[in-house]
């Protein structure tokens, strides 16, 4: 069945999708593996011992007991599951661009939620970042009492592309709303 919808535009969904898949592997592979395999020769060498996962240092990660690991990784799931969910919502927007539904209310509605959703999955790693960096202090022993925040410019900037996506999503959806009340006028 031919949408009409150009062979550049369909080729653009499989790469945005593909790539979409491939990090969001590699984001749950960031989390999992130093929780499930922290014995690995990989952690030992330099390039380990100077990375952060998610605040915290992969050395203090191998270093914990199994449950304290599970802990660690647990604060993080709720932002892994909200990421889950934006490509989820991606996937869906892709399939209504390959459909060449690019205006439909459907398609907005999936690309608001989307941009809703990562920009959700962004707070809620920035929250748990500074859950898990107080709570791997607390395990080593090392909890002062005092929280330190720290909020990057590029986790700034992230939060605000996302918001501006949703905006203009939200204005998109509405825009059709109001279409569709002065088509029902005339």
Request: with cysteine; glycine share 8%.
């Given at each position: 069945?031919?949408?009409?919808?150009?062979?550049?535009v369909?080729?653009?969904?499989?790469?945005?999708?593909?790539?979409?898949?491939?990090?969001?592997?590699?984001?749950?592979?960031?989390?999992?593996?130093?929780?499930?395999?922290?014995?690995?020769?990989?952690?030992?060498?330099?390039?380990?011992?100077?990375?952060?996962?998610?605040?915290?240092?992969?050395?203090?990660?191998?270093?914990?007991?199994?449950?304290?690991?599970?802990?660690?990784?647990?604060?993080?799931?709720?932002?892994?599951?909200?990421?889950?969910?934006?490509?989820?919502?991606?996937?869906?927007?892709?399939?209504?661009?390959?459909?060449?539904?690019?205006?439909a209310a459907?398609?907005?509605?999936?690309?608001?939620?989307?941009?809703?959703?990562?920009?959700?999955?962004?707070?809620?790693?920035?929250?748990?970042?500074?859950?898990?960096?107080?709570?791997?202090?607390?395990?080593?022993?090392?909890?002062?009492?005092?929280?330190?925040l720290?909020?990057?410019?590029?986790?700034?900037?992230?939060?605000?592309?996302c918001?501006?996506?949703?905006?203009?999503?939200?204005?998109?959806?509405?825009?059709?709303?109001?279409?569709d009340?002065?088509?029902?006028f005339?």
């Open positions: 069945m031919d949408t009409g919808v150009p062979a550049r369909l080729r653009l969904c499989r790469l945005v999708r593909a790539v979409g898949v491939a990090l969001l592997a590699m984001v749950f592979a960031v989390y999992a593996l130093p929780t499930l395999a922290p014995g690995l020769e990989i952690w030992r060498q330099h390039w380990a011992e100077v990375s952060v996962v998610g605040g915290v240092p992969l050395a203090w990660i191998s270093a914990l007991g199994t449950s304290d690991r599970v802990l660690l990784a647990a604060v993080a799931l709720p932002y892994l599951a909200c990421l889950a969910w934006a490509f989820v919502h991606l996937d869906k927007l892709l399939r209504g661009f390959e459909r060449g539904e690019f205006f459907a398609t907005i509605r999936h690309l608001r939620t989307f941009a809703g959703l990562v920009l959700l999955a962004r707070i809620l790693a920035m929250m748990a970042g500074h859950l898990r960096v107080a709570i791997g202090a607390s395990l080593r022993g090392g909890a002062s009492g005092h929280i330190l720290n909020v990057t410019s590029d986790e700034m900037a992230l939060v605000l592309l918001t501006l996506i949703f905006l203009i999503a939200h204005m998109l959806e509405e825009g059709g709303r109001l279409e009340e002065n088509r029902s005339l």
